[in-house]
């Protein structure tokens, strides 16, 4: 498979980074063209031409094209700023904020030029933070990130992995806040080999101040490991690889340096745990960006309004629709909308949209709403119960409003008669993530209004054709699916299937939703180092995950966890990584053909069970039995379709119960051999 390219990057300053920087894009092969500006001009010419040079040697497609004006950067898909103004440094300590005064001006009057550039721009010039912070403020650049935490964090892990004798692949921990003194080791939440250690934070943060120092006293310049940060922020921010970096961004009103994890392009904030002493790191390095920043501002900022007047805020949407029906998420953050489209895309239909299609969920990031909601329900009489594994207290009205909290995700939620359903957060990620489960929960009230049942089962699709798999927890329907799949059916559920009758058939749907596959499966059909590999280069699975799980799969552990009510613990996919990560491809919709009651026994060899078991009324998800999801907010019919249509039906498919033991390959060969074979 040829991966995709990127077209034109431009690169501002031939200097020591816009050399390296220049050189690796030119040498990648990854983009179409590198157009490089220089103050002069003179310095740009000259690399341009050695960079011809270069990939003439090499073979490599990439064109090197000069720019005097950095005005017309606008046609490339991504900028990088990296000149320096001349200064003679003679700092000793903050001696990345020694070019301050100097490098302003450029930045803001290359912010100019640039004004509403709608690519990528990744900021290099120094000190990173302010100058990012700058360069955004000044040309309303959407996409603005600084690197420097990425390399403090690389130059970290290396330290770390020397002072303990470990490989540094096995090492995993950030570094955040200002790239200078106040640099934040996360030492709490650093993991060796996925197990926590004791970081000796006063040698590291010495070697972090010696490394670049020891650089530029040979060379002059640091160059090679800052270029390197900006091919993998661009790489990140231009959707050519999912993975975590560490760079200045504007977060809740605060510029530095904090992991983004980027999927697709979509950058999602993924802070690490801090104790409560880098904690108090953390905010006092956002006090001294803030206090450096304002007067610049006060100089390079032309009539900048008061923050509270930035009100206009781009909406986005997504429209989720499957079998007639559709729901619209909305929200103040494209994390909440790409995320949906992520979640429901590779089951359901899922499309950015810019016109409300059916009822709205409104997802926004909004702590004022927040707090006033969570404090209306505290005061008033409320209700009590659990939702998605998360305690939820609930305030009822007497005009049918509901309000809800739940303080411990950070998330309230108020629901009008016949309104849209909204949901108010503190951080994109728990909103993203309530936003999806309650499209799916919309969606699926308009579903059961039509005549469509849950049934628990996983379930496969060939030609249309879907073979059913039913059992109680643990009787090995997910294992039954992902053995068909892997061998070449297409994966429509893991858990749940919605089912109704159309004529004589039963149409089957799928139940989007994050995929638990234990260990010990993924070991055996052979995916767990696939797994463990993407994790350890900075992917992330379901935020669902329980950390533990995390950390035994970057430590390579195969042994199976357990929650203290002996509920096995188990990594948690997005649905578009069952393709991606584990090469399975999913199926829309589908109408049955067969039903089977696997049962897993160890240790013996697959073969079909003597007994006529059959689809039960037990076998749907009632109001009574849904314990994940109760309908809180009335979103679905009171009444419930009639499933005996639908027993008369499965009952007359064939079906049959088997025995499947551990070997992966004998199930498989048995599997196959059952669902191809003639009816039962």
Known sequence: MTEAKAGAIGVIGAGAVGQSVAMLLAAGGWCESVHVVSRTGLSARALVTDLEDMCQVIGSSVRAIHVADPGRLVSCEAVVVCPRAEFINTSRTNVRMAGLNANAPVIASLATTLAHYQGLVVMVTNPVDVMAHLFAEVSGCPRVYGVGSNTDTARYRLTLARLLHVPVEDVEGHVIGEHGDQAVVCASGTRVNGHPVEVPVGRVRRELADRPARVNAGLGRTRCGPAGAVIVALRAGLGLEDRVVELSVNHEW????????FTAGTPTVCLPRLDPAEARQLSAADTKLRDTYEPLARLHVPARPPRKEKTAVTRTATRIATAGQAATVTSNTPVVTNWAIRYFGPWWNATGTTAADGPQVIADVNPDRF??????????????????????????DDD???????????????????????????????????AARLAREVVRGQLLADGWSILHASAVVRAGQTVLALGGKGAGKTTTALLLARAGWHLLANDRVFIRREDDRVRVLPWPSAAAIGLGILDALDWYETVRERLRSGEQLHPTQRQEVTDTLRSGSRTPMWNESGKELKPQFFPDQLHSWLGLTLAPEGHAARVLFPEITPGTEPALRDEDRSVGADDFFTAGTEDRYPDVFGLLPTGLPDTQPLLDLLGGLPRNALSLGHDVKANTDFLAQVVTGPPA
Not at 254 to 261: E, F, Q, V, Y
Not at 381 to 391: D, G, K, L
Request: aromatic share 6%; proline share 7%.
């Open 371 to 396: 707090t006033e909601i969570t404090q209306r329900v505290a005061d008033h009489s409320h209700e009590e119960t659990v939702y998605a594994n998360t305690s939820m207290l609930v305030d009822r």
């Open 254 to 261: 605060r510029w530095m340096g904090i992991p983004l994890r």
């Open 400 to 434: 049918g409003t509901v309000l809800a909290s739940q303080p411990d995700d950070k998330l309230v939620y108020r629901a009008e008669p016949g309104g849209p359903l909204r949901i108010y957060g503190c951080e994109d990620v728990p909103v993203a993530l309530a």
